[in-house]
Every structure is written in structure tokens, then in C-alpha cells.
């Protein structure tokens, strides 16, 4: 790692991993929305959106402490661009979760449930590799994983369109579902962008 005589505002890493640790309370949060049913679906939304807001208030903190300090331990464009991703990683969870409640959806396609298992694994990565900003170190595996399960979450999402353009549901049905699977690839996406944000902190670090 590069040698600084200045001192930094370290704040951030703490802050940088309490919203990855939220992140990783919506992943569960959206596990247990796949065996809920009509009123327990109801309750989840509810606490999906409290986590919401609970991610919107440390991507706020983070802004705050980006806008009063004066030496950042890296760049401040990627301190901004990390801090985004992870708010819309969960923004995507919670619209995920609130559209299930909104379109009154009985059953989910089959499928889903392997989208939300990749966010949920790419949910505990993310939050393991948040505190390891301090160093650098042990990244690159967190980095390659995330696009890997990015890939197998665009192969699940792909199939999963064919098989709402099978012929098996209405055409209503058809709009309510994409669009939850759509949101939910979305999700998959902010995290990728979140695994390369870090890999270019990591690269302008060494």
C-alpha cells in the first residue's frame, strides 16, 4: 500500500461496513419473503423499508463526513461511487419486496428464489470485504466472486424470462412478474458495481 504522511479521516470504514451489514439484513430479509405468505409478506415490507431507510441514513452519514473532511482515505469520486452502490443495492431489495406486496403476487416463478440466494451470497461477501478496506488486502477473491455470481445471476434472470414468456401465464401476470425479476437483476447488478468500485480503490492504492 502506498505510504502517506497525512493523516485520514478513517471514519469511513466503519461507515462503509455498517451499510454493507444492512445489506446483508435485506438479503435475509428477501429469503424470508419466498416462503411468507399474504400477511407475513405484509410485515416483511414493513421491515424492508425500515432497513431502507436505515441504508439511506449511512449513505447520507457518509456523504456528510465526505463533505466536512478535508484528507479521505482515497479518492473522493470513488468514496462517492461506492457509497451509491450500496444504497442502490438496497433501494432494488426493498422495490423488489414492495412490488411482491403491491401486485398481490401468489406465487413467485420458480427461479427466484436462486436470484435471491446469489444477492444473498453476494450480500455476505460485500460485508466481508468492507472492514478489509483499511488494508487492501484480501480483496481480489471478493471482487472475482461478485462478477462470477453476477454472470450466474444474468444466466437465472435470462431463464427465468423465457419461462414468463412460455405461454404459462397472462399477459398482466406476465408485466407484474418481469418486473420484479427485472429489479431484482438490477440488485445483482449494484453489486457488481460495488465489487469494481472496490477493485479501482484497490488498483489506485497499490
Request: no cysteine; charged share 25%; net charge negative.
Amino acid at each position: 500500500m502506498r505510504f502517506r504522511l497525512t493523516p485520514r479521516e478513517t471514519s469511513f470504514y466503519d461507515m462503509f461496513a455498517a451499510s454493507a451489514g444492512n445489506i446483508v439484513t435485506g438479503s435475509k430479509l428477501l429469503m424470508e419473503l419466498l416462503g411468507a405468505d399474504g400477511p407475513a409478506r405484509v410485515e416483511i415490507a414493513e421491515r424492508m423499508r425500515a432497513a431502507e431507510h436505515a441504508g439511506d441514513d449511512a449513505t447520507h452519514a457518509i456523504f456528510h463526513q465526505l463533505n466536512s473532511s478535508f484528507i479521505t482515505p482515497f479518492d473522493r469520486e470513488d468514496i462517492y461511487s461506492l457509497a451509491s452502490s450500496l444504497d442502490d443495492i438496497m433501494d432494488f431489495m426493498e422495490e423488489a419486496v414492495d412490488l411482491v406486496v403491491l401486485y398481490n403476487v401468489e406465487e413467485l416463478p420458480k427461479g427466484v428464489d436462486q436470484q435471491i440466494e446469489v444477492l444473498a451470497r453476494a450480500a455476505e461477501l460485500t460485508a466481508e470485504a468492507m472492514p478489509n478496506l483499511r488494508t487492501m488486502d484480501n480483496l481480489t477473491e471478493y471482487w472475482i466472486e461478485v462478477n462470477r455470481l453476477e454472470n450466474q445471476a444474468d444466466q437465472i434472470h435470462r431463464k427465468l424470462l423465457a419461462h414468463l414468456f412460455s405461454g404459462k401465464y397472462d399477459a398482466i401476470e406476465v408485466l407484474k412478474l418481469k418486473q420484479i425479476v427485472d429489479v431484482l437483476e438490477e440488485a445483482a447488478d449494484a453489486f457488481e458495481h460495488v465489487a469494481n468500485t472496490v477493485e479501482t480503490i484497490a488498483v489506485k492504492e497499490s
